[in-house]
């Protein structure tokens, strides 16, 4: 299943963006460059915006295949490819990035699914010490 599609706008920015060498905007759930800075694409993937890193020639195609009318750009998450007109780009995620996106977790709740175990800390530490209650 898609992580998203959506219909290509009819004009589409210059593929850097507003900034020299900065990510494209393809859609409400994805950014496109040919690489992103590390504390970028952490920030990304922690509020649940998949960042993809697609070579140049890729994202100009990208860009002009999707300028066109009646166009539909898909991010497939699970299949790790993007999908317009003819271009099937692929795309390289973490692992553990993605299992995280496709359930839907963030830091917290990736805390709650040990949330059993956090109790039982919490149950056994001193009263006099600080706790989460």
């Not at 460059?33 to 509020?47: E, H, L, V, W, Y």
């Not at 993007?82 to 973490?94: E, K, M, N, P, W």
């Not at 040990?114 to 109790?119: K, L």
Request: charged share 20%.
């Amino acid at each position: 299943m898609p992580l998203c599609s959506w219909p290509a706008p009819t004009s589409v920015p210059d593929r850097h963006g507003s900034m020299p060498r900065g990510p494209s905007r393809i859609g409400d759930s994805g950014r496109s460059s040919p690489s992103f800075a590390d504390i970028f694409r952490g920030n990304c993937q922690k509020i649940g915006l998949l960042p993809i890193e697609l070579a140049e020639g890729e994202i100009d195609r990208l860009m002009t295949i999707a300028s066109g009318t009646d166009n539909w750009v898909t991010i497939d998450l699970e299949k790790q490819t993007v999908v317009t007109g003819d271009l099937v780009a692929s795309f390289d995620i973490d692992p553990f990035v993605k299992h995280c996106l496709l359930n839907g977790l963030d830091q917290i709740a990736l805390s709650m699914q040990h949330g059993e175990v956090i109790a039982d800390f919490e149950a056994a530490r001193p009263t006099y010490r600080p706790s989460l209650r």
